[in-house]
Structure formats: structure tokens, C-alpha cells
């Protein structure tokens, strides 16, 4: 078989045992954290009795133990379960399947990032490359400390800037991002866009500065002296030369920043009422809504899995020694 | 068979270069590496550099394309190549000759290639960027040099990655690549140094060839006399940045004019009395050993008497360091027994008491890496004291201070870091730290490997002298013969990971020799500028039909 093939598949069998081990982690926190939805819905002035009752309609009265697994043998099947919220220990039955109720969340989640994603991956590529090229320059020094300013400036800090400026003093894009299954495609990249434009700004730092490094990392190698000396010009030397030798480490940053869009993002999603998956989250955890929890752990542990697989599959791909072997 | 042409050529002046003067920056301040040389280079010249390191040869080399490496400057002098002026040069005017008129072959060809590209495509870079050749044209071209180079399989040889081959292939396929645009001048860095002397040989022989062949000048730069010899019209010797001499290739061998070349000339001379040892103080048995599935040493027995000097030599690949690692415990051999003082081993080395740890030291090739750099001398020699013999405080300082003066280096090293020691004193603190532990046995890995020659003579010296007062058995690790002659009572020649011949000394170096054995002597280069080219006779000769 081939390398490239063994790998992914060892990598993907590995990506399994890592969803169980962070559902079995999620799902014992949770547990450990004092109260249950039983009472966090029923509020303290329910009787032991109410509260009692109510456990046993969810399935809350058995063992943790058991109930991970009843829960894991559902997911094994394709079924999330469903959501606690929506019951009541009287009156009829409103809840949700679980899926229902992540799928447009995740669609939500996946569109902010996708749109995040092609702003700022090809950006931070081409200020990185730009920056390793003018080296010690005004422009590297620029472009270094602008990025290094929005990383180092809070999430929500950069968002309310944005705001201020493109929505209040010059408003040309909405400061409010609700969205919802009808808005219409345009309607919903214009509603996106100070988001994208927040998360762009946090997340092209490290992306730029891994480029940057790699490229001037690799220019002290003898094979980069060896293309100067064949007559190689500065912009050769970097993209002929370098770039493809250093996709490996950049790969690996921009799966991580790529996956911070995904799971990272709750405090954007709060600032511009966005409903993405980290809220649906956020929220499930306060009521103690454990299915819904889990499902997007799973959720994020995956996109963490898929994505650095794609950055192992880059890496192996750019990297002659492991594509043809001896 | 090519003819020697060993005198100069009389051909026009290609590189003029007048009182060049470069200086480097390091530790905040700029330093001077060239002071002021001279040097001019005839069309279809060779001119050999040689010097130790840091006499600015490889600097005075590219200083010679007009190229400076990051942190180095050229601040004084003219370097002018066919008439155009390379220090007031604009970078793409430099750039137009690089790599086309002026080309460059560099030490390390593992390192040298781009581990991204195919090599044909690197050998033809140059040459279609400035559309010297068409590509298709390049590319048959090239597949002819690598033919004239001798590589296996010249059709596809340029289709693999530069992993995909062998160091002396390619230095092969990089002097190819040098070739490629047919280039006035090639400048050559140490091309061989990184090579088995059975591999340089080919190589030497390939790289004169086609440079005799298209009469292209080049600059052979090197640290081996023997080599240049055989390289070069004229030897240039360089100290310290500045000139020493400059002669024709025969009379520098014969008449070196300056105590200084003398001295360079000599150090191959050193050669040890052998004695024949009979108390076996280290024996390997029967070893089989593997890394992984990769079974690297086959039936290896190596009896080593005490008090005597073991060489094992063989080129990298034959075993030499394994053996070595089996016989510290790093290790573990998979088959067989090793001796120490006629008790059995244990082969793990988490399984040896502190006694068995204690009486065998190594010393290792790159004293650099050997050596904590946070960790001063005082620290590095008297770690070894407090944990084998328990020595504290004032004991343990004084007692550092004998082992510097065994080593030939005074108390005011105590307090200073690796970092601000010389290569020859590294190694020496190295040997210090070995000696601490009070040891039976020193297995010795390429000890002077990375040192120049003058210092490596330094270092033999002090190993022998401290075998002479301790009784100290050395197991010699090395790929080099005079070496071998300097230090040795007994040798043995390892290929492939199996033994090829034991015996003392003068046995193995002289006839009659198992096959492998001759082939490694007669590899070894000797300093007659005739050497290669009787050899290569030599070998033709034999493998003609009789």
C-alpha cells in the first residue's frame, strides 16, 4: 500500500479513538458539575419529589456509566439523541432531536468560517511570503506589528472597534448578524462580513508570521546559498526554492487557526448575535443539556482531527522524501 | 587516457583578483577574514586554495563569483572576472554570471541540492533560465554529463530526488550542474571532503576529467594536500586570510619555501611503533547487531589487546560506530558476548554496575555537540568525578586542574564555556572528561575527523602520550589511513557491517591484501600529483581481459 495511504487511514483510525476518549471526557466533566437539568430547568423552589420524577422521565436516575453508553451506542447508529430542553415534567413533549437542532448552527458556523477562511488563508500567505521577501524592511516591520497588534488585542475588543467604525461612524455593514435559514445567500455574506472581518483579523497573525518564519528559516540552508549562486533572483529563490519546502509548518498553523474558526469563535458569535454552533454550546452547558453538548464536542473534536489530517496529508504530499521513498 | 597537463595554461587572465579584503561580523564587531590577497587565474587553470579552517579559503572562493554570505562584506580590493568588475557589480549584473560563466560546486551535496525538485531540473536551472540551451536540448545535455560523470543509469538518474541517491553521486550530478552551462570558471569547496576516500576517488577522477575535457578554469578548494595534488596547476596556501605561498603544483610538493607549508607537509609523517599486545583486554564475540529489522553488524570478533591501539577502519556504513555503541551498551547486540577484562557484559547498559560504566569512556567525533553549552570546562571535566568518584568541592576542583594540565591547557580554562574554545581544545576537554572517570578503555570515534591537521597531530600526540603513562587501551575509530599509521598497534578493516581482516599494523598495510582491504588502501590518496592518474592506470589495466 502506499505510504501516503497508510497514513491517513492510521490517522483517521487514531481520529476515532480520540471522538470516544473526548465524548467519555466531556460527558464525566459535565457530571462532575454540581446540579442537573432537572434542576437547573425546575429551579431550586421544586420539591425533591418534582425534581426526582422529572430525572427519571430523562433517564438521569441511572448510573453515569450506563447512560454514556446507551448514549454512545445511539451515536455508533447515526443517533444523536435528543435534546433535554423542550421537556417539561408535565404538560406535552416540544423536544428537538439533537441533530435538528445543531445542523443549521453548524451550516451557520461552517459559512462564517468558510468565508473567514478564503479572506485570510491567501492574505496571510501572501503578506508572509511578502514579508520574508522585503526582510528587516519597513514593510516587515509594518505588516509584523499591525498583525501582532490584532492578535494581541481581545476578540471582542477588535469586533466593537469594527463596529464603531464601519457600522456606527461609516455605516456600511450591519452591526448584527442574525441570520437564519431563509436569508438568502448574498443577504447572508453581507450580514457576515464584520465577523469575518473580526475573526480575519485574529486569526492571519500566526498564519503570516509561521509563513515568514518557515521561508526565512529555510534561507540559511546550503541549497538556498546553491540557488543564489546558480543566479537565482530574490523572488525565485523564495518561491521556487523555499515555499516549497516549508508548506509542511504552514499547513499545520493554518489547520489550527482554521479549526479555531469552528470551535473558537462564541465571544464573535455574542458580539454580533450570530447563531453559530459555540453559542448552542455555551448555552447547552449552562442548562446541563447533555446530548447537545456532546454532540458538539464531537463536533469540534472532529474538525480538529479531519483538519490536521489534511495538514499531516500537505506535509507528506510537499515532502519528496515521504512521497517516493528510497 | 587523458595526459597530464600539470603545467599552467598559457591562456588569457580570467580573474584578476588585487588586495582583497573582507571582513565577517560576529560577537558585535566586525572581524577581518581576508587581509588583502592576490590572485590570478588563467583561462583552463586549476588553482588550489588550501588552508586550514578559518584561513578564509571558502570566503576568498565565493569572494572570487563576487558573492558574500549574509554578515560578510568585501571592504576593500578589485575582483575583476573577464574584465567585469564583480565588487562594484549591481546583484542582477552578479546574477547573470552565477550559475552560467561562473559556477559553483559546494561541499556538502546531501545538503546542496533543494530536497523538493527533481535533479535533472536542478542540474539544467541555470542553463534555461538564462536560455543558454533550450530545455529540451539542456536536458540531453545534461543526461551526457552525467554519462561523461560515469553515474549508474544516466537516462533516469536525473528523474530521482536528491534522497533517492548516494553522496558520491551527488557530487557527481552537482559538478554536472556546475558544468551544465558550460561556465569559464567553476569554483569548487571541499567537494570530496564529505566522501569515503573509495568514493572520492571516482569523484576526484570524474571532476578532473571534465574539466580538462572542456578546459574550464576552476578554483579547488580544499584542507587535503593529497587531493589538490591531483587537482591542481597551482597550489595557493593561505594562514589566517593572508597568502602564505604560491608555487606550481610539483614544485610546492617538493620545495615548500615557508616553515608554515613545511609544517603541513610533515604532519602525515607521524607513525607509532607497533607492539604486539597478548593480555586480551576487550573481546567481541560472535556479535550480530540491528536498528530496528536492519541487521547492521554480521558475526563481528574483535579481540583488542590492553594497553594497545586498536584502529577499526571502513568506510561510513561499515559498522564502525555500531560496534562501538554495542560495546558501550547503547546498543544491545542481538547475538554473541562482549568481554571486558574476561567477564561477560551485560548488554543493556542500564543493566552495568557503575564500575563496568566507569572503566570505558568514549570521545566522540564532534566535540561541539558532545559538550553541554550552558556547562563550563569546570563543570563538563567534574561531572564525571563527583558521580564516579565521588570528589567534592576543593578535591574535586583540584583535581580538574590536573586533568588540564594532562590535557595540555591551564587552569584559567576552568571558568570558560564551550562556545569560547577552540576545535582542538574542545576536543581536548573532551579527552579530559574521558580520563576524569580514571578509565581501562577509550573508545576514540573519529576523534580527529574535524580537526585540521595541524591540530589533529596535537591531539594523537596527547592520546598517545596518556596511553604511554596510563596504560590506557584506545579502540580508534576512523575512516582515515595516515591516521591509522599514527596512532595503531593493530588494525581492523570492517565493510558492510562484517570484519574483513584483523592483525597488527604493519600485516594489514602491507600485501598481501583481501580484496576489499586493497581497494581501501590504494583509495587513499598520496601526495604525488601523478597518484590518481597511476591509479586510475592502474585500475583500468586490471579490469581489462587479460
Known amino acids: 500500500m502506499h505510504p501516503v495511504l497508510l497514513t491517513v487511514l492510521k490517522r483517521l483510525g487514531l481520529g476515532v479513538v480520540t471522538l470516544v476518549i473526548v465524548s467519555a471526557i466531556i460527558f464525566s466533566s459535565i457530571s462532575l458539575l454540581p446540579g442537573d437539568f432537572g434542576q437547573a430547568v425546575l429551579g431550586q423552589a421544586a420539591t425533591e419529589e418534582t425534581v426526582a420524577a422529572f430525572r427519571k422521565e430523562l433517564g438521569l436516575d441511572k448510573p453515569a456509566v450506563v447512560r454514556y453508553f446507551e448514549w454512545l451506542g445511539n451515536v455508533v447508529q447515526g443517533d444523536l439523541g435528543t435534546s433535554f430542553s423542550g421537556r417539561a415534567s408535565s404538560g406535552q413533549d416540544r423536544s428537538r432531536p439533537v441533530a435538528e437542532l445543531v445542523a443549521p448552527r453548524l451550516w451557520n458556523t461552517l459559512f462564517l468560517a468558510g468565508v473567514t477562511a478564503i479572506i485570510a488563508v491567501p492574505l496571510a500567505l501572501i503578506l508572509g511570503l511578502t514579508a520574508a521577501l522585503y526582510r528587516n524592511t519597513l514593510y516587515d516591520r509594518v505588516v509584523n506589528a499591525v498583525t501582532l497588534t490584532t492578535i494581541a488585542t481581545p476578540e471582542f475588543f477588535v469586533a466593537y472597534i469594527l463596529i464603531l467604525l464601519f457600522a456606527s461612524l461609516w455605516p456600511v455593514f450591519p452591526s448584527l448578524a442574525n441570520v437564519d435559514a431563509s436569508t438568502p445567500f448574498w443577504d447572508r455574506l453581507y450580514k457576515v462580513s464584520l465577523p469575518a472581518m473580526t475573526l480575519t483579523l485574529v486569526i492571519m497573525a500566526h498564519m503570516m508570521r509561521m509563513t515568514r518564519a518557515a521561508i526565512i528559516n529555510l534561507l540559511a540552508s546550503p541549497y538556498i546559498q546553491m540557488a543564489r549562486l546558480k543566479g537565482a533572483s530574490q523572488t525565485e529563490v523564495i518561491l521556487k526554492h523555499a515555499l516549497p519546502n516549508a508548506w509542511a509548518p504552514i499547513a499545520t498553523v493554518i489547520a489550527f487557526n482554521l479549526a479555531y474558526l469552528v470551535v473558537g469563535v462564541v465571544v464573535v458569535e455574542v458580539v454580533f448575535v450570530y447563531p453559530g454552533i459555540g453559542q448552542l454550546m455555551v448555552d447547552a452547558v449552562t442548562t446541563r443539556d447533555i446530548p447537545v453538548v456532546q454532540a458538539c464536542a464531537l463536533i469540534f473534536a472532529a474538525t480538529y482531527v479531519i483538519l490536521n489530517l489534511i495538514a499531516d496529508i500537505i506535509g507528506i504530499v510537499t515532502n519528496p522524501r515521504l512521497l517516493h521513498p528510497r | 587516457m587523458t595526459t597530464e597537463t600539470k603545467t599552467p595554461e598559457k591562456g588569457d587572465v580570467l580573474l584578476k583578483m588585487r588586495d582583497v579584503r573582507i571582513e565577517g561580523f560576529s560577537d558585535e564587531q566586525w572581524h577581518r577574514i581576508i587581509k588583502g590577497v592576490d590572485l590570478t587565474l588563467h583561462r583552463g587553470e586549476v588553482m588550489g586554495l588550501i588552508g586550514e579552517s578559518g584561513a578564509g579559503k571558502s570566503t576568498l572562493g565565493l569572494a572570487a563569483m563576487g558573492y558574500t554570505q549574509p554578515g560578510v562584506r568585501i571592504t576593500g580590493g578589485s575582483i575583476e572576472f573577464d574584465g ?19 559556477a559553483y560546486v559546494a561541499q556538502s551535496a546531501a545538503a546542496s541540492f533543494n530536497p523538493a525538485h527533481r535533479l535533472l531540473d536542478q542540474t539544467i536551472e541555470a542553463t534555461t533560465r538564462m536560455n543558454i540551451l533550450p ?22 538518474i536525473g528523474e530521482r530526488y536528491p534522497h533517492q541517491v548516494s553522496g558520491g553521486q551527488l557530487q557527481r550530478v552537482m559538478t554536472a550542474m556546475a558544468m551544465s552551462p558550460r561556465p569559464d570558471l567553476i569554483i569548487f569547496d571541499e567537494p570530496t571532503t564529505a566522501l569515503d576516500v573509495t568514493t572520492q576517488v571516482e569523484v576526484l577522477a570524474a571532476m578532473r576529467k571534465i574539466v580538462e575535457e572542456h578546459h574550464t578554469a576552476a578554483i579547488y578548494i580544499t584542507h587535503d594536500l593529497a587531493v589538490v595534488a591531483q587537482m591542481a596547476d597551482v597550489i595557493k596556501v593561505l594562514r589566517y586570510g593572508e597568502e602564505v605561498e604560491e608555487a606550481e603544483t610539483r614544485q610546492m610538493l617538493t620545495h615548500p619555501e615557508k616553515p608554515y607549508t613545511r609544517s603541513l ?17 576487550l573481546s567481541i564475540e560472535g556479535v550480530d547487531a540491528a536498528y530496528g529489522s536492519a541487521k547492521v553488524l554480521h558475526d563481528v570478533t574483535i579481540s583488542i589487546p590492553r594497553g594497545k591501539t586498536v584502529a577499526i577502519v571502513g568506510e561510513s556504513g561499515s559498522g564502525k ?3 562501538a555503541r554495542v560495546i558501550t551498551g547503547l546498543l544491545p547486540q542481538t547475538k554473541g558476548v562482549v568481554r571486558f577484562n574476561g567477564e561477560v557484559l551485560p548488554p543493556r547498559l542500564q543493566d552495568r554496575s557503575k564500575e563496568q560504566l566507569q572503566r570505558i569512556q568514549m570521545i566522540y567525533q564532534m566535540a561541539d555537540t558532545a559538550m553541554n553549552p550552558r556547562q563550563t570546562v569546570g563543570e563538563i571535566i567534574g561531572r564525571p568525578l563527583e558521580f564516579y568518584l565521588g570528589l567534592k568541592g576543593r578535591a574535586r576542583e583540584k583535581r580538574v586542574i590536573e ?5 595540555e591547557l591551564d587552569e584559567s580554562f576552568i571558568d570558560r564555556f564551550p562556545s569560547e574554545l577552540s576545535g582542538g581544545q574542545k576536543q581536548r576537554i573532551c579527552i579530559a572528561r574521558a580520563l576524569a572517570a580514571e578509565p581501562e578503555f577509550i573508545i576514540c570515534d573519529e576523534v580527529t575527523s574535524a580537526l585540521d591537521q595541524i591540530v589533529q597531530e596535537g591531539i594523537l600526540k596527547l592520546l598517545l602520550r596518556l596511553q604511554k603513562e596510563f596504560g590506557i587501551t584506545y579502540m580508534f575509530i576512523t575512516h582515515d589511513i ?9 588494525i581492523v578493516v570492517m565493510y558492510q557491517g562484517r570484519v574483513v581482516e584483523q592483525g597488527m599494523k604493519s600485516e594489514v598495510l602491507s600485501p598481501p591484501y583481501p580484496e576489499y582491504t586493497r581497494l581501501l588502501l590504494s583509495s587513499v590518496p598520496e601526495m604525488d600529483p601523478d597518484w590518481l592518474t597511476r591509479l586510475l592506470a592502474e585500475r583500468e589495466a586490471e579490469q581489462a581481459p587479460a
Open chain 2, 84 to 102: 567585469i568588475d564583480l565588487v562594484a557589480a549591481s546583484e542582477a549584473e552578479k546574477r547573470r554570471l552565477w550559475g552560467t560563466r561562473i
Open chain 2, 135 to 156: 530545455e529540451a536540448e539542456a536536458r540531453r545535455d545534461a543526461i551526457e554529463l552525467y554519462r561523461d560523470l560515469q553515474l549508474p543509469d544516466p537516462e533516469h
Open chain 2, 265 to 281: 607537509w610533515s604532519v602525515r609523517a607521524l607513525q607509532k611503533r607497533e607492539e604486539k599486545g597478548d593480555d586480551v583486554h
Open chain 2, 321 to 323: 560506530s555500531t560496534t
Open chain 2, 403 to 407: 586533568l588540564l594540565e594532562m590535557i
Open chain 2, 482 to 490: 595516515a591516521t591509522v599509521k599514527a596512532i595503531s598497534d593493530e
